[in-house]
């Protein structure tokens, strides 16, 4: 079992920064692939940003390839989505999760076993 709490959400302008993390508990995150999904009001959930448990893999969403960096650093089990240049379509709760893969170091987007609580961005135009 892994908690995850996510951070760093807030109120943006457009074209502006932020970065956002996700701590884990309960477990190393070492032995999971991690990804950042949102949730914008009215729309489903969607998929952001996927690292494979090494962190020598990602893989992203084409609507935030090239602005949006997905990191992780597995000794201060964390996972981190700088996010650059930020649209108004960027509002959104964002969603941390993980996902057992075993011994692979693939990338996952879908199927994660477990979710963090979510924490608001929010970019004005």
């Known amino acids: 079992q892994v908690q995850l709490v996510e951070s760093g959400g807030g109120l943006v302008q457009a074209g502006g920064s932020l970065r956002l993390s996700c701590a884990a508990s309960?477990?190393?995150?070492?032995?999971?692939?991690m990804g950042w999904f949102r949730q914008a009001p009215g729309k489903e959930r969607e998929f952001v940003a996927t690292i494979s448990r090494s962190g020598r893999n990602t893989y992203y969403a084409d609507s935030v390839k090239g602005r949006f960096t997905i990191s992780r650093d597995n000794a201060k089990n964390t996972l981190y989505l700088e996010m650059n240049s930020l649209k108004p379509e960027d509002t959104a709760v964002y969603y941390c999760?993980?996902?057992?893969?075993?011994?692979?170091?693939?990338?996952?987007?879908?199927?994660?076993?477990?979710w963090g609580k979510g924490t608001l961005v929010t970019v004005s135009s």
């Open positions: 999760a993980a996902k057992i893969t075993g011994i692979s170091d693939r990338v996952y987007y879908d199927n994660m076993n477990y």
């Open positions: 309960g477990r190393t995150v070492s032995s999971y692939a």
